[in-house]
């Protein structure tokens, strides 16, 4: 007998909706695929967020599922940060250029 059948929920479609993205803007331009990367990491921490607020109110909500949620939302605004700094970076490094 399989766990998902006793507990009423199956884990798979938790991964799923964790990890689900929109598709790429057709645009394939770097403000398009910077702004679904923005949209991405916005989803993430409202997916999150959406767990969290269930398990605080009391709803029947896997607590494994929910930490692991949380801690993708972490990773992909971390990365985001990290790919902001590069850019800013970037961008001072080409303003400090001599001409």
């Known amino acids: ?8 929920y199956d884990p798979s479609s938790l991964v ?3 990890t ?3 598709k790429p803007s057709d ?4 403000a398009d695929k910077l702004n ?5 990491v916005s989803d993430a921490q409202n997916y999150a967020d959406e767990r969290l607020s269930a398990l605080a109110g009391g709803d029947d909500v896997d607590l494994h599922g929910t ?9 992909t605004l971390r990365t985001m ?5 590069k850019v800013v970076e ?5 303003m400090n250029m001599q001409i």
């Open 16 to 18: 799923k909706a964790a």
């Open 1 to 8: 007998m399989r766990i998902d059948g006793i507990l009423g």
């Open 36 to 40: 679904d990367a923005i949209e991405g």
């Open 20 to 22: 689900e993205t929109k």
């Open 27 to 30: 645009g394939g331009g770097f």
């Open 90 to 94: 970037a961008y001072q490094q080409v």
């Open 81 to 85: 940060v990290t790919a902001r700094d």
């Open 67 to 75: 930490m692991i949620a949380m801690e993708e939302a972490h990773i």
